[in-house]
């Protein structure tokens, strides 16, 4: 009876780990973040085939987002050569879970995916009506994938052991009450 339960308890605690690891991979627990506002009032996103943010803003100026600050710049030619996919915001999860805490009242929005043999990339970029730009990044490797997966089964594992020495205890307790 004791193995049974135990083995039980691991096998529900690898089973737990399973589906948090899921979850973690699609990108339920990644948060939106804020960028930095461009020198003039943002009206357009655009995203090019390096996953550079453009944003057309008054007047028909460019600004490129680098990752660290805004630069005037003008979009490339090859913008949409098939590379990558590049469509409006499917407005769905996990990028727009309760758990992200997404922009509310989104009035554009971007998003793109790379896909390679070991590597998969997501970025989302919105712009709200209070022209704050806001990015979700989700970047998955298939390496740190392996290593995720085995750290949330082996969690798992511990949690269904824990919960198996937490049952056992009690029952020790009850027969020496008897």
Same mark, same amino acid.
């Given at each position: 009876?004791?193995?049974?339960? +135990?083995?039980?308890?691991?096998l529900l605690g690898f089973i737990l780990g399973f589906v948090v690891w899921q979850i973690d991979r699609h990108g339920y627990f990644v948060k939106w973040?804020? +960028?930095?506002?461009?020198?003039?009032?943002?009206?357009?996103?655009?995203?090019?085939?390096? /996953? $550079?943010?453009?944003?057309?803003?008054? !007047?028909?100026?460019?600004?490129? @987002?680098?990752?660290?600050?805004?630069?005037?710049?003008? &979009?490339?030619?090859?913008?949409?050569?098939?590379?990558?996919?590049?469509?409006?915001?499917?407005?769905?999860?996990? !990028? /727009?879970?309760?758990?992200?805490?997404?922009?509310?009242?989104?009035?554009?929005? &971007? *998003? $793109?995916?790379?896909?390679?043999? %070991?590597? /998969?990339?997501?970025?989302?970029?919105?712009?709200?009506?209070?022209? *704050?730009? @806001?990015?979700? %990044?989700?970047?998955?490797?298939?390496?740190?994938?392996?290593?995720?997966?085995?750290?949330?089964?082996?969690?798992?594992? &511990?949690?269904? /052991?824990?919960?198996?020495?937490?049952? !056992?205890?009690?029952?020790?307790? !009850?027969?020496?009450?008897?």
């Open positions: 009876m004791r193995i049974r339960r +135990l083995i039980i308890l691991l973040e804020n +960028l930095p506002i461009p020198p003039s009032k943002p009206n357009k996103l655009i995203i090019s085939r390096e /996953f $550079d943010l453009y944003v057309e803003a008054n !007047e028909n100026v460019i600004f490129l @987002w680098d990752g660290r600050e805004w630069s005037e710049g003008t &979009v490339p030619e090859d913008i949409n050569d098939g590379w990558q996919i590049s469509i409006p915001c499917k407005h769905a999860w996990p !990028e /727009f879970s309760p758990f992200s805490k997404p922009p509310k009242y989104v009035i554009s929005c &971007v *998003q $793109d995916e790379g896909i390679y043999a %070991e590597f /998969f990339n997501k970025h989302v970029y919105s712009l709200d009506d209070h022209y *704050q730009i @806001w990015q979700w %990044e989700l970047l998955r490797h298939g390496f740190s994938d392996l290593l995720n997966l085995i750290k949330f089964l082996l969690l798992g594992g &511990v949690l269904g /052991f824990a919960g198996w020495l937490v049952l !056992e205890r009690r029952n020790a307790k !009850e027969q020496v009450h008897k």
